[in-house]
């Protein structure tokens, strides 16, 4: 009856491991703890050994062994073969290529204004300028008080400024660095800070957040001699030496006198068009002699002392440098203008 059992039990097992397909693979777990898991069929087949007749003893057990045997040896054969297989699939799937062209990381630029600053900033350094930097949240007294334009000066209406209250605003100028560092430092000095400033201010040449770079230097013997050479090497060394540039007349209530600096337009190169609006040139800094009482304000003495100061536009110079016709696009994001500065 045993024998039997064990007969029909390998003949069963045999043939079903050996139809098992590759995709089927898991199934041969499922055999093994069928057969020999703690209730499996041969394990209670060997339970029943103690019922068996002491004589037939030796021939059973011999069987249960070869079943055991024959089914454990065509599970470890499939098992294998299985193996096999996946391991080539693995091989097959994970192949390189290695005359593939390698796939490059797509590298970065620096942005136009900060490549500016960073031109700016060289140049300054060699002439002897420290740099500083300034809040963009300002006070009403360093942006405007300070530098002369007490409050309902008209000319506060030049600077469309955004208030945070009566006293607190996003900065309209990096001027508002001057009284600053004139209060802290001892003459003669000579600095420059690069930095975000804020109007209510918006067209092909105007963007609400824009950069300046203010420059300034107090001395005993300085002149508008002085400031007009400065500038020039410093805009011939930033824009190359055949530049156009143009001094004007100005008004500031800070520098006395004053004037404003004009540099040939980066889209008609002076024919005139509407970006310069016919003129062939486009303003690119305020400057002048700083005037008395602005000093007198910050506590040094006008009658040793005088300066000039400046107060470049940096997002006109980066149009200017790279030939971009709307200062819109330095503030877009896209990929594509970017990947132009490279
Ligand atoms: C001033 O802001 C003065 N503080 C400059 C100055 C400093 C004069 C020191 C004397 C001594 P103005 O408002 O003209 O001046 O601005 C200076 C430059 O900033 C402009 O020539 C222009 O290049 C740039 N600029 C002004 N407003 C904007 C704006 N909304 N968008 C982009 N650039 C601007």
Do not use: W
Request: charged share 25%.
């Amino acid at each position: 009856m045993l024998i039997e059992e064990l007969d029909i039990l390998k003949n069963t097992v045999l043939g079903e491991i050996d139809l098992i397909q590759y995709s089927e693979r898991k199934k041969l777990a499922d055999i093994r703890v069928r057969v020999f898991g703690k209730n499996g069929t041969l394990t209670l087949i060997s339970k029943g050994m103690r019922d068996v007749e002491p004589q037939d003893r030796p021939r059973v057990g011999a069987l249960i062994n070869e079943v055991r045997n024959a089914i454990e040896n065509s599970l470890a054969m499939k098992e294998n073969q299985f193996k096999n297989q996946e391991l080539n699939e693995k091989l097959e799937n994970e192949k390189i290529d290695i005359t593939e062209p390698a796939k490059c990381q797509s590298k970065g630029a620096v942005h136009p204004i900060s490549d500016v600053i960073d031109k700016m900033i060289d140049i300054c350094v060699k002439m002897g300028f420290s740099v500083v930097e300034g809040p963009e949240v300002e006070s009403d007294y360093y942006n405007f008080e300070a530098m002369n334009i007490p409050k309902n000066h008209p000319s506060r209406d030049m600077q469309d400024t955004f208030f945070i209250n009566d006293n607190i605003l996003l900065r309209s100028q990096t001027s508002a660095v001057q009284a600053r560092e004139m209060e802290i430092r001892k003459p003669p000095f000579k600095i420059i800070c690069p930095g975000k400033t804020y109007r209510n201010d918006s067209d092909s040449t105007h963007s609400p957040i824009f950069h300046q770079l203010e420059g300034l230097v107090i001395d005993e013997n300085v002149s508008m001699a002085d400031l007009k050479s400065m500038l020039t090497i410093l805009m011939k060394r930033l824009f190359g030496e055949d530049t156009t540039i143009r001094f004007r007349p100005s008004f500031f209530p800070f520098t006395e006198p004053s004037i404003e600096v004009d540099v040939s337009c980066p889209t008609c190169h002076g024919k005139g068009c509407s970006l310069c609006k016919s003129t062939g040139m486009l303003e690119l800094l305020g400057a002048g002699i700083v005037n008395p009482k602005v000093l007198e304000i910050s506590g040094i003495d006008s009658k040793k002392y005088r300066g000039f100061a400046f107060g470049f536009g940096l997002d006109r110079t980066a149009m200017i440098l790279n030939s971009i016709g709307n200062i819109k696009y330095l503030y877009k994001n896209d990929i594509r203008f970017l990947d132009q500065m490279k």
